[in-house]
């Protein structure tokens, strides 16, 4: 008998019997729940009683000097710059490869999303190596007289490359919002002698609004957590100066650094609150009516163009040079710099640890979320998706902190730098495990308490299996976003324990470009997993 079988025959047998079964979570799962909750965040807490322990007027100094000021001003053009420039991005392309009669729109829509699986990193890598001082731009304007291009470094180069790198957020929140919007409103509005751009202004885009500002907000996030991008393109914002004074022993510094960082992120959440709270009484889609096809008519070659010039600057270029890079590579580099299979398993045995255990912790955490009806039911969801927020750099730190005052034996262990990975990304597993549970019959449980069953034993046979499919989507999603995670890997691994990411920066820093080629291209190739997962789920 299949498992769906039984579960039917469970309901049957149950129906029209009087249960006492109930569909609240157990009090010892709430209390395990929010303990584990806590200790996610318990980095961050003996982060700021650290901080709390500095004098008053070394905090002042520190937060009034040069540098806070400096970062914090660069910072937040940085976020602003990004976001909306992808916003400005990500929204047309959205809008042609949705509601017009683009060539290839299938194709444009893959090209638009893949950008996603290019490390910024490793992007930024590939543009200084294509458009640096000594970059290819540069050999092959030489021969013409030209002895020198703009400069790639600072911000306007960090904001090319976070763009290019970031704007798929927007894309896809966008696209989904426009996929689910019910073209019977801007229909009316055309037949009220509204035009394209009127329609659009007053019907379209206060509806795909929360879809922007969800791409937006995930855009500003990744931007403001972002290390290596930053630290490439040589532009002092908040994460590369807490790496730099971290690495100098200049651990007051960086503690203030990084609970400024912590205030911004937590600004940018508020901000996003406050447009959520404005989106009570939006039109909801009540079917699949999309509007009609737009006519690019002249317009038509642009916009190829346009989708062309992006998919080249984020995927051609980046690619062309990591093959460049293979090609050129060369095989007299020095011991130390020579790619082995060691960094490989290294990392798939770190991102595999991290996977498993943000399973076995995300799935109590979804559960009660899901079923629980108290009202601490949702706050160990809630902060657990503290971590996600936090840039990684502030977790090594906080981490670093933690282990030498508390546990010093563990100071640079595989353990800590797996439970930075767990704190970081344990949000992708929570909520594809509460969305699968969300989807499973309550039913099914109270026809098994009803029958005998135990509560976990209930759990067991009739909830796991069918959630089965969302525990290993969240599972992918941690263990290929842990391959690429950068900053904290690289304060919290243990010394000459490398992975492909340290091994990565390891090479550049040493500039032997040739021998990150193929640790890149298998980055690259692993993140690829990730887009098919997301496009997946757009099909579903």
């Given at each position: 008998?299949?498992?769906?079988?039984?579960?039917?025959?469970?309901?049957?047998?149950?129906?029209?019997?009087?249960?006492?079964?109930?569909?609240?979570?157990?009090?010892?799962?709430?209390?395990?729940?929010?303990?584990?909750?806590?200790?996610?965040?318990?980095?961050?807490?003996?982060?700021?009683?650290?901080?709390?322990?500095?004098?008053?007027?070394?905090?002042?100094?520190?937060?009034?000097?040069?540098?806070?000021?400096?970062?914090?001003?660069?910072?937040?053009?940085?976020?602003?710059?990004?976001?909306?420039?992808?916003?400005?991005?990500?929204?047309?392309?959205?809008?042609?490869?949705?509601?017009?009669?683009?060539?290839?729109?299938?194709?444009?829509?893959?090209?638009?999303?893949?950008?996603?699986?290019?490390?910024?990193?490793?992007?930024?890598?590939?543009?200084?190596?294509?458009?640096?001082?000594?970059?290819?731009?540069?050999?092959?304007?030489?021969?013409?007289?030209?002895?020198?291009?703009?400069?790639?470094?600072?911000?306007?180069?960090?904001?090319?490359?976070?763009?290019?790198?970031?704007?798929?957020?927007?894309?896809?929140?966008?696209?989904?919002?426009?996929?689910?919007?019910?073209?019977?409103?801007?229909?009316?509005?055309?037949?009220?002698?509204?035009?394209?751009?009127?329609?659009?202004?007053?019907?379209?885009?206060?509806?795909?609004?929360?879809?922007?500002?969800?791409?937006?907000?995930?855009?500003?996030?990744?931007?403001?957590?972002?290390?290596?991008?930053?630290?490439?393109?040589?532009?002092?914002?908040?994460?590369?100066?807490?790496?730099?004074?971290?690495?100098?022993?200049?651990?007051?510094?960086a503690a203030v650094l990084s609970i400024l960082l912590l205030v911004m992120a937590m600004g940018i959440l508020g901000?996003?609150?406050?447009?959520?709270?404005?989106?009570?009484?939006?039109?909801?889609?009540?079917?699949?009516?999309r509007p009609g096809t737009i006519r690019l008519g002249y317009w038509k070659l642009p916009a190829t163009l346009f989708?062309?010039?992006?998919?080249?600057?984020?995927?051609?270029?980046?690619?062309?040079?990591?093959?460049?890079?293979?090609?050129?590579?060369?095989?007299?580099?020095?011991?130390?710099?020579?790619?082995?299979?060691?960094?490989?398993?290294?990392?798939?045995?770190?991102?595999?640890?991290?996977?498993?255990?943000?399973?076995?912790?995300?799935?109590?955490?979804?559960?009660?979320?899901?079923?629980?009806?108290?009202?601490?039911?949702?706050?160990?969801?809630?902060?657990?998706?503290?971590?996600?927020?936090?840039?990684?750099?502030?977790?090594?730190?906080s981490l670093i902190y933690l282990a030498l005052r508390f546990v010093p034996f563990l100071y640079q262990s595989v353990?800590?730098?797996?439970?930075?990975?767990?704190?970081?990304?344990?949000?992708?597993?929570?909520?594809?495990?509460?969305?699968?549970?969300?989807?499973?019959?309550?039913?099914?449980?109270?026809?098994?308490?009803?029958?005998?069953?135990?509560?976990?034993?209930?759990?067991?046979?009739?909830?796991?299996?069918?959630?089965?499919?969302?525990?290993?989507?969240?599972?992918?999603?941690?263990?290929?976003?842990?391959?690429?995670?950068?900053?904290?890997?690289?304060?919290?691994?243990?010394?000459?324990?490398?992975?492909?990411?340290?091994?990565?920066?390891?090479?550049?820093?040493?500039?032997?470009?040739?021998?990150?080629?193929?640790?890149?291209?298998?980055?690259?190739?692993?993140?690829?997993?990730?887009?098919?997962?997301?496009?997946?789920?757009?099909?579903?």
């Amino acid at each position: 008998m299949s498992a769906s079988d039984r579960f039917e025959q469970l309901r049957e047998q149950a129906n029209g019997t009087a249960s006492d079964a109930s569909s609240q979570a157990p009090p010892v799962l709430t209390v395990v729940t929010i303990a584990l909750s806590l200790l996610l965040v318990s980095p961050l807490v003996w982060l700021a009683i650290h901080a709390s322990e500095m004098p008053t007027h070394r905090i002042v100094a520190l937060v009034t000097g040069e540098t806070a000021i400096g970062v914090t001003i660069n910072t937040l053009v940085l976020v602003t710059a990004v976001t909306g420039v992808s916003i400005l991005v990500g929204v047309p392309l959205a809008i042609l490869t949705v509601q017009t009669d683009l060539p290839f729109r299938r194709f444009w829509t893959v090209t638009s999303a893949l950008p996603l699986v290019v490390p910024s990193y490793i992007g930024a890598f590939a543009f200084v190596s294509a458009f640096g001082p000594r970059g290819e731009l540069a050999d092959l304007l030489a021969p013409f007289g030209v002895e020198q291009i703009p400069p790639i470094f600072g911000l306007h180069g960090t904001v090319l490359v976070l763009t290019l790198f970031t704007y798929p957020y927007v894309f896809l929140t966008t696209r989904a919002s426009l996929l689910s919007f019910d073209g019977t409103v801007v229909e009316a509005a055309r037949t009220l002698n509204h035009t394209r751009w009127e329609a659009f202004k007053r019907v379209t885009f206060p509806q795909i609004a929360p879809g922007i500002a969800a791409g937006a907000l995930l855009v500003a996030l990744y931007t403001l957590s972002d290390f290596g991008t930053p630290a490439i393109m040589q532009y002092d914002v908040f994460t590369r100066m807490i790496f730099t004074e971290q690495q100098a022993r200049n651990l007051d510094s960086a503690a203030v650094l990084s609970i400024l960082l912590l205030v911004m992120a937590m600004g940018i959440l508020g901000v996003e609150s406050r447009i959520s709270a404005g989106r009570d009484g939006a039109y909801v889609s009540s079917g699949d009516r999309r509007p009609g096809t737009i006519r690019l008519g002249y317009w038509k070659l642009p916009a190829t163009l346009f989708c062309a010039a992006i998919a080249t600057l984020c995927l051609a270029l980046p690619i062309g040079i990591l093959t460049q890079w293979l090609l050129r590579s060369e095989s007299t580099a020095p011991g130390q710099f020579t790619f082995g299979l060691t960094p490989i398993l290294n990392s798939v045995g770190l991102a595999a640890a991290a996977a498993a255990i943000c399973v076995v912790v995300a799935l109590p955490i979804a559960y009660l979320a899901a079923r629980g009806d108290s009202g601490l039911s949702s706050l160990p969801e809630r902060i657990s998706y503290v971590g996600y927020a936090v840039p990684g750099v502030v977790i090594g730190l906080s981490l670093i902190y933690l282990a030498l005052r508390f546990v010093p034996f563990l100071y640079q262990s595989v353990i800590v730098l797996v439970f930075a990975y767990v704190v970081r990304f344990l949000p992708q597993a929570v909520g594809t495990t509460e969305s699968s549970i969300l989807q499973v019959d309550p039913s099914y449980i109270e026809a098994a308490r009803s029958l005998g069953y135990a509560p976990l034993s209930a759990f067991r046979e009739v909830v796991l299996p069918l959630v089965a499919p969302g525990i290993a989507a969240g599972a992918a999603l941690v263990f290929l976003t842990t391959m690429k995670e950068l900053p904290a890997t690289l304060m919290l691994r243990p010394t000459g324990f490398e992975t492909i990411v340290t091994y990565i920066w390891l090479v550049r820093g040493a500039a032997y470009q040739g021998q990150a080629a193929v640790p890149a291209l298998i980055l690259v190739g692993v993140s690829g997993l990730s887009m098919l997962v997301i496009l997946r789920q757009e099909r579903r």
